[in-house]
Nanobody
């Protein structure tokens, strides 16, 4: 399964972005999907997750600011990010929770102070 993330960009502190990730084929519709991010010099971390049935969980930094959703008909998972902070700057990726799909290139999100 190939994953294509898009929608990143440069935004000022307090701004919003919505990133999307499309999965080509495979078992997207049966997988709990997550949004991950990796900042320079740091390990990749899980930001948010959504199950096939819509059960959602967030990492501490995302709680209250980010919203994850999915459209199984479109093999797409979304992450709406509000009240962005400079520390949210990272490359954002989607994948299954276990990282079982190919990671793809991700999409760069840069938040300026």
């Amino acid at each position: 399964v190939q994953l294509q993330a898009s929608g990143g960009g440069l935004v000022q502190t307090g701004g919003s972005l919505r990133v999307s990730c499309v999965a080509s084929g495979g078992t997207f519709g049966r997988a709990t999907m997550g949004w991950f991010r990796q900042a320079p010099g740091k390990q990749r971390e899980l930001v948010a997750r959504v199950s096939v049935t819509g059960v959602i969980g967030y990492g501490g930094s995302a709680q209250g600011r980010f919203t994850i959703s999915r459209d199984n008909a479109k093999n797409t998972v979304y992450l709406q990010m509000n009240s962005l902070k400079p520390e949210d700057t990272a490359v954002y990726y989607c994948n299954t929770i276990g990282g079982s799909f190919s990671w793809g290139q991700g999409t760069q999100v840069t938040v300026s102070s």
